[in-house]
């Protein structure tokens, strides 16, 4: 029995879910000069910050958490007391940038804060287990694959999978090391494109069962797990292709029936390659001619939040029929001949299953499927 | 999805720089080579794992190799050579196990800039390096899970372990604890208690195959058998060695295996160091 997303709530650089998403209707980027850490030794120039934050505030990730699990549920109206409530926090480089403060010079801290377990009790007071999981870029994809086994396996009455992330000195680091060129926009699928750069995100979704009599966005047909066992870093079109193979099965469902992919996209020469290819022979290849958009060009790559900001796109997109264009997308990559990127102007359509990818560091993958409630 | 209680089917301790004997080999009747002990120190990782591939490989990674390299008694030195697997699943619970490696990087931009950065450092960058590795050194493709929970990390790895086997998600999980004792980690951690460098391993599965069959079952009630691992239990490795932190449940659970088996102490419990949690390890479970 699928589970039900019943509310979902996400912080970028543009605010909210809504402010997001209208913003990614208009073709819009989130990119500004980088106010994290030093521009000039870190070899990175532009970054994506949350709208209305200080970059480099302490413990930052925590607090655009907080926000979500608040607005998440109240919008489904989920009272944990009582019930059995379980939170799920997908993150790539948890609360690290207090270290890398101390490192420098600023009074040492609890490592318990490194996680956010604290965090999410005093957010929701009433919770039950509160578990944190580092799974780089795929990190909510993750925890939301978790979230839907705890729900169908009837151990939980509800699951918020969440994700967290803002900037570390020590990963902008290496995206600086490894770009030829400072990178000043990211240009998803894109031939000419540059390069990753990082964006402040945060995100909650509440994971219910079908016996759920509450507000409901959307259904979770499956979330696909793989890891690539592969290469520390670079991505693998076949672990890659095992998660969307693995997420149609947990789903009983047929690759050609996917409509709109919310993809990866991350900017970079091996990702979006590695994607593109991995679409066109799991989805192109059963006979799916989906769109494709992404929203990385306009919101920086969120990292552990980046799974659950597509899902939060993608139920957007179901909800009003148009899917926003990727922004940063001039001319196809060689590779993305025959898929469908929606680029320039937004697409009218009403998706019935929609794909949302996430790939991380590591080679770990998840892929979700989900449809209209 | 089976009901069936998962069966743990090998084990691993991998503690350098600690004596087992005499708390455990007097008390509780265990052999002085308990669990493929003694253990060598991260540094010395090579001699387990063999020299190649040590490039890089932070402490808590290497201390992780060798506790997997164990469990799957892979000979001393040799690379295990495995067939990909697909269905097999990684847990690593840890919480330092990459702090040394953010810090380096920190300190190196500010004094040198970006350009002095080792790009074979970037993986290390990210926490999640440690399940990772795990998975590409020995071929386990199914979902790999790094925990970074805290306190009971250890404990949160075992019940997701359960759950990926419940929901078919693997049809094998292999569960690891580690945490370093570098300089950074130590001074991070001094405000909470001793860091102890250490790590273990247990490779649980579907009750199916697998010699020596030891189920494993999560407990709400308040009994537990006569003898248990863990804070207040009759054995806590926290006040007998120093303190593991993230690895330290997973180092209980791996204690608790060989004491209900080496030991032939039956069903040994298992109490979390987070919040109040417990396990129970039978011998012969399974159906």
């Given at each position: 029995?699928?589970?039900?997303?019943?509310?979902?709530?996400?912080?970028?650089?543009?605010?909210?879910?809504?402010?997001?998403?209208?913003?990614?209707?208009?073709?819009?980027?989130?990119?500004?000069?980088?106010?994290?850490?030093?521009?000039?030794?870190?070899?990175?120039?532009?970054?994506?910050?949350?709208?209305?934050?200080?970059?480099?505030?302490?413990?930052?990730?925590?607090?655009?958490?907080?926000?979500?699990?608040?607005?998440?549920?109240g919008q489904a109206g989920l009272d944990p007391s009582g019930k059995r409530v379980a939170v799920l926090v997908g993150t790539g480089l948890r609360e690290l940038s207090a270290v890398e403060r101390w490192v420098l010079g600023e009074p040492v801290f609890d490592p318990e804060r490194l996680h956010f377990g604290d965090l999410v009790r005093r957010a929701l007071p009433g919770v039950r287990e509160v578990v944190t999981i580092s799974n780089a870029c795929s990190a909510s994809g993750h925890a939301l694959a978790l979230a839907q086994d705890l729900v169908e396996l009837g151990e939980a009455d509800a699951v918020l999978a969440c994700g967290a992330d803002t900037m570390t000195r020590s990963m902008l680091a290496m995206i600086g090391r490894v770009a030829p060129v400072p990178t000043e926009q990211v240009h998803p699928f894109d031939?000419?494109?540059?390069?990753?750069?990082?964006?402040?995100?945060?995100?909650?979704?509440?994971?219910?069962?079908?016996?759920?009599?509450?507000?409901?966005?959307?259904?979770?047909?499956?979330?696909?797990?793989?890891?690539?066992?592969?290469?520390?870093?670079?991505?693998?079109?076949?672990?890659?292709?095992?998660?969307?193979?693995?997420?149609?099965?947990?789903?009983?469902?047929?690759?050609?029936?996917?409509?709109?992919?919310?993809?990866?996209?991350?900017g970079t020469a091996l990702n979006d390659a590695a994607e593109s290819e991995a679409l066109r022979k799991v989805l192109l290849g059963a006979g799916a001619d989906p769109l494709v958009t992404g929203v990385k060009g306009a919101t920086g790559h969120t990292s552990g939040s980046a799974s659950l900001v597509n899902l939060d796109v993608a139920l957007r997109c179901l909800a009003g029929g148009v899917v926003p264009p990727i922004t940063g997308l001039r001319t196809v990559l060689a590779e993305g001949d025959g898929l469908r990127f929606v680029a320039g102007e937004p697409a009218a359509l009403q998706p019935e299953l929609v794909q949302v990818n996430a790939f991380g560091f590591g080679g770990v993958n998840a892929v979700t499927l989900l449809e209209a409630a | 999805m089976s009901n069936a209680a998962p069966v743990i089917t090998a084990w691993s301790l991998h503690l350098p720089g600690i004596d087992l004997s005499p708390a455990l080999t007097e008390r509780f009747g265990l052999s002085a080579d308990l669990a493929g002990q003694p253990a060598v120190p991260a540094e010395r990782a090579a001699e387990v794992l063999g020299r190649k591939g040590m490039l890089y490989k932070e402490p808590a990674t290497r201390l992780a190799l060798c506790a997997v390299h164990r469990a799957f008694a892979v000979p001393a030195g040799k690379r295990p050579g495995f067939a990909p697997s697909p269905g097999t699943a990684v847990v690593v619970a840890s919480n330092l196990g990459n702090v040394e490696a953010v810090a380096r990087v920190t300190r190196t931009v500010q004094a040198e800039g970006g350009s002095a950065v080792s790009v074979l450092d970037a993986p290390n960058a990210s926490s999640n390096i440690i399940a990772s590795t795990i998975a590409l050194w020995f071929g386990f493709g199914a979902a790999n899970l790094m925990v970074c929970s805290g306190t009971g990390a250890g404990f949160d790895g075992l019940e997701l372990s359960l759950l990926l086997l419940r929901a078919g998600r693997a049809d094998r999980v292999v569960l690891v604890g580690a945490e370093p004792d570098d300089p950074v980690a130590t001074e991070l951690y001094a405000g909470s208690g001793r860091l102890r460098a250490g790590a273990a391993c247990l490779v649980l599965e579907q009750p199916a195959a697998g010699e020596r069959r030891l189920s494993v079952q999560l407990s709400d009630g308040p009994g537990l058998p006569d003898l248990t691992v863990g804070p207040g239990g009759d054995f806590d490795p926290a006040r007998q060695w120093g303190e593991f932190y993230g690895a330290q449940d997973v180092i209980a659970l791996a204690l608790a295996a060989e004491l209900a088996v080496a030991g032939q102490h039956g069903t040994v419990g298992v109490r979390s160091t987070g919040r109040p949690r417990q396990a129970v390890l039978s011998p012969g479970g399974g159906p």
């Amino acid at each position: 029995m699928p589970a039900l997303i019943a509310a979902s709530a996400i912080r970028t650089c543009f605010g909210n879910g809504a402010a997001t998403f209208d913003a990614l209707l208009r073709g819009a980027s989130g990119v500004v000069p980088l106010r994290h850490g030093d521009p000039a030794r870190l070899h990175v120039s532009y970054g994506y910050h949350a709208e209305g934050s200080d970059p480099e505030r302490p413990f930052l990730a925590g607090e655009l958490l907080a926000d979500c699990l608040s607005e998440a549920a109240g919008q489904a109206g989920l009272d944990p007391s009582g019930k059995r409530v379980a939170v799920l926090v997908g993150t790539g480089l948890r609360e690290l940038s207090a270290v890398e403060r101390w490192v420098l010079g600023e009074p040492v801290f609890d490592p318990e804060r490194l996680h956010f377990g604290d965090l999410v009790r005093r957010a929701l007071p009433g919770v039950r287990e509160v578990v944190t999981i580092s799974n780089a870029c795929s990190a909510s994809g993750h925890a939301l694959a978790l979230a839907q086994d705890l729900v169908e396996l009837g151990e939980a009455d509800a699951v918020l999978a969440c994700g967290a992330d803002t900037m570390t000195r020590s990963m902008l680091a290496m995206i600086g090391r490894v770009a030829p060129v400072p990178t000043e926009q990211v240009h998803p699928f894109d031939a000419d494109r540059t390069g990753v750069l990082l964006g402040d995100g945060a995100a909650a979704v509440v994971v219910v069962p079908a016996s759920w009599s509450g507000p409901v966005l959307g259904r979770l047909a499956a979330t696909g797990l793989s890891c690539d066992a592969h290469h520390e870093t670079a991505p693998d079109v076949e672990g890659i292709s095992r998660s969307m193979r693995d997420a149609f099965a947990r789903a009983g469902r047929n690759p050609a029936e996917v409509d709109l992919v919310v993809a990866h996209g991350t900017g970079t020469a091996l990702n979006d390659a590695a994607e593109s290819e991995a679409l066109r022979k799991v989805l192109l290849g059963a006979g799916a001619d989906p769109l494709v958009t992404g929203v990385k060009g306009a919101t920086g790559h969120t990292s552990g939040s980046a799974s659950l900001v597509n899902l939060d796109v993608a139920l957007r997109c179901l909800a009003g029929g148009v899917v926003p264009p990727i922004t940063g997308l001039r001319t196809v990559l060689a590779e993305g001949d025959g898929l469908r990127f929606v680029a320039g102007e937004p697409a009218a359509l009403q998706p019935e299953l929609v794909q949302v990818n996430a790939f991380g560091f590591g080679g770990v993958n998840a892929v979700t499927l989900l449809e209209a409630a | 999805m089976s009901n069936a209680a998962p069966v743990i089917t090998a084990w691993s301790l991998h503690l350098p720089g600690i004596d087992l004997s005499p708390a455990l080999t007097e008390r509780f009747g265990l052999s002085a080579d308990l669990a493929g002990q003694p253990a060598v120190p991260a540094e010395r990782a090579a001699e387990v794992l063999g020299r190649k591939g040590m490039l890089y490989k932070e402490p808590a990674t290497r201390l992780a190799l060798c506790a997997v390299h164990r469990a799957f008694a892979v000979p001393a030195g040799k690379r295990p050579g495995f067939a990909p697997s697909p269905g097999t699943a990684v847990v690593v619970a840890s919480n330092l196990g990459n702090v040394e490696a953010v810090a380096r990087v920190t300190r190196t931009v500010q004094a040198e800039g970006g350009s002095a950065v080792s790009v074979l450092d970037a993986p290390n960058a990210s926490s999640n390096i440690i399940a990772s590795t795990i998975a590409l050194w020995f071929g386990f493709g199914a979902a790999n899970l790094m925990v970074c929970s805290g306190t009971g990390a250890g404990f949160d790895g075992l019940e997701l372990s359960l759950l990926l086997l419940r929901a078919g998600r693997a049809d094998r999980v292999v569960l690891v604890g580690a945490e370093p004792d570098d300089p950074v980690a130590t001074e991070l951690y001094a405000g909470s208690g001793r860091l102890r460098a250490g790590a273990a391993c247990l490779v649980l599965e579907q009750p199916a195959a697998g010699e020596r069959r030891l189920s494993v079952q999560l407990s709400d009630g308040p009994g537990l058998p006569d003898l248990t691992v863990g804070p207040g239990g009759d054995f806590d490795p926290a006040r007998q060695w120093g303190e593991f932190y993230g690895a330290q449940d997973v180092i209980a659970l791996a204690l608790a295996a060989e004491l209900a088996v080496a030991g032939q102490h039956g069903t040994v419990g298992v109490r979390s160091t987070g919040r109040p949690r417990q396990a129970v390890l039978s011998p012969g479970g399974g159906p």
